[in-house]
């Protein structure tokens, strides 16, 4: 249930490293395999995505409507990027005209945050 309540409303895209850190002095008993076997079922159950946009670990999204994310370059924070239903309806359309049943869309943008370009300026 902590784990729930941790990744409600969280927006960070949070490693199970950093819920471990943010929970173990809560729950002494917790174990990294606790969490990932969790993320899983809530994965299963369509309450989370797990994302491995930066081929190095693999982070939680508790926002689970059509977005894309973008990894910043410099800071290597991962922000969800606002796109219409209309972008992932056309993306299924093609899939669907060329015979493929597409069942999920994601998204995954490289670039520079605002943040980042702003400290650039």
Partial sequence: MRIFEYLQ???SHPT???IYD???SD???LSKTTIYNTL???AEKGIVSLLII???ELRVDPNIAPHAHLLCVKCGRIYDIELSDEYFKDIRDVG???GHLIN????SLRGVCKNCAEDRS
Avoid: C, R, S, Y
Avoid at 104 to 107: A, I, L, R
């Fill in 40 to 42: 899983k079922l809530f």
């Fill in 27 to 29: 729950i002494p008993t």
């Fill in 54 to 56: 930066d081929q190095v």
């Fill in 16 to 18: 199970v490293d950093m």
């Fill in 22 to 24: 943010a929970l173990i």
């Fill in 96 to 98: 669907n005209k060329e």
């Fill in 9 to 11: 409303g969280n927006k």
């Fill in 104 to 107: 999920e869309v994601w998204v």
